[in-house]
C-alpha cells in the first residue's frame, strides 16, 4: 500500500496540469476580448453614424443638397489635397492656433503661479478674473475689432484668451496642492522659497498642468474655428464659410471632417503627453 501511495500521488499534480493551462488560456482570451472590445467601443457610434449616413443617402432619405453623400465627400477632400488648397489652409489654421495657444498657456501660467504663491494677490486679482471668465471668447470680437481691427492680432488675441482662462485656473489650482508632509520637510531642510517653488510646488503642480494644457488646446482649437467663420479670408473655418455662401455642402462637410481630425489627434497627442507626465510624476507629489 506504502507502493502504491508513493506512484500514485505523483500522478495527480500531472493530471491536474492540464486542467489548469485550459483554464488560464480561457480566462487570458477572455481578457484579450475585453480588451478588444474596450478599444473598439469608442468607434462603435461614428461607424453607426457612417452607416445611417450612407444609407440615407443611398436610398433619398436626405436630399444631397443638404447633406452629399460620403463618397462625394471624399472626392471633394480628395481636389482639395491635389490642388494644395486643404494643405495650404490648414497649415495656416495649425499656425495660428499653436501661435495663439502658446501665448496664452505662458501667460497663464505666470498669472496662476502668481495666484497660487500668494493669498494676497489672489485676494485682489481672482475676484475680477473670475468676471472676466464669464464673458464668451466672442463677446470680446467687437472691443478688439476696434483696438485691432480684422487682422492677424485680432485671431491671436482671442485664441490667446481661450487658452489663458483653463491654463491659469489649473496653474492656481496645482501651487496649492502640495502635500503638506512634504512642507515639512521643506521646512526641516530650511528651503528657501525659490528651492521650494522649484523641488516641491513645480513637480506637485505637473499632473494638474498638464490636464490644463490638454483643456486649454481644446478651448483654443474650438475659438479658432469660431474666429475664421467671423472674421478670416483663409483657414478651415475660411472653408466652411465659403462652402456655405456658395451652397456647396460637400465642401462644408469635407473641411469640418478636417478639423474634427486634426482636433483629435492633436488632442490625443496631448492625452499621450499627460500620462507620461503622471508616470514620471513621484507617488509622493501625487497627494
Not at 12 to 18: E, G, H, K, V
Not at 133 to 138: A, E, S
Request: aromatic residues 8%.
Amino acid at each position: 500500500m506504502t507502493e502504491t501511495a508513493i506512484t500514485t500521488s505523483p500522478e495527480t499534480p500531472r493530471a491536474a496540469a492540464p486542467r489548469i493551462d485550459a483554464a488560464t488560456a480561457r480566462a487570458r482570451r477572455r481578457l484579450a476580448l475585453r480588451a478588444c472590445a474596450w478599444h473598439l467601443a469608442p468607434w462603435l457610434l461614428p461607424a453607426l453614424l457612417y452607416l445611417l449616413w450612407s444609407v440615407g443617402c443611398a436610398r433619398g432619405w436626405i436630399a444631397p443638397q443638404i447633406l452629399p453623400a460620403p463618397q462625394r465627400v471624399y472626392e471633394t477632400l480628395v481636389d482639395l489635397a491635389q490642388s494644395g488648397e486643404l494643405a495650404r489652409n490648414t497649415l495656416v489654421s495649425l499656425q495660428r492656433v499653436l501661435l495663439g495657444f502658446f501665448g496664452g498657456t505662458l501667460l497663464g501660467f505666470v498669472i496662476g503661479a502668481a495666484l497660487g504663491l500668494s493669498r494676497t494677490l489672489e485676494a485682489w486679482v481672482l475676484p475680477s478674473f473670475n468676471a472676466m471668465v464669464q464673458i464668451p471668447v466672442l463677446g470680446w470680437l467687437p472691443f478688439l475689432l476696434l483696438l485691432v481691427g480684422v487682422g492677424e492680432p485680432l485671431k491671436y488675441l482671442l485664441i490667446g484668451h481661450a487658452a489663458l482662462v483653463p491654463v491659469t485656473l489649473s496653474t492656481m489650482q496645482g501651487f496649492r496642492q502640495t502635500p503638506a508632509a512634504l512642507d515639512e520637510v521643506a521646512r526641516v531642510f530650511a528651503y528657501t522659497r525659490w528651492q521650494r517653488i522649484v523641488r516641491l510646488v513645480l513637480p506637485a503642480a505637473i499632473p494638474t498642468l498638464a490636464t490644463g494644457v490638454r483643456l486649454a488646446f481644446t478651448k483654443a482649437w474650438l475659438a479658432l474655428v469660431v474666429v475664421e467663420l467671423v472674421a478670416s479670408s483663409e483657414g478651415l473655418g475660411y472653408l466652411i464659410v465659403y462652402g456655405r455662401q456658395l451652397f456647396q455642402l460637400d465642401l462644408v462637410m469635407a473641411s469640418v471632417v478636417v478639423v474634427g481630425v486634426v482636433g483629435f489627434v492633436i488632442n490625443r497627442l496631448l492625452d499621450a503627453l499627460e500620462k507620461r507626465l503622471r508616470r514620471g510624476t513621484p507617488s509622493a507629489f501625487r497627494g
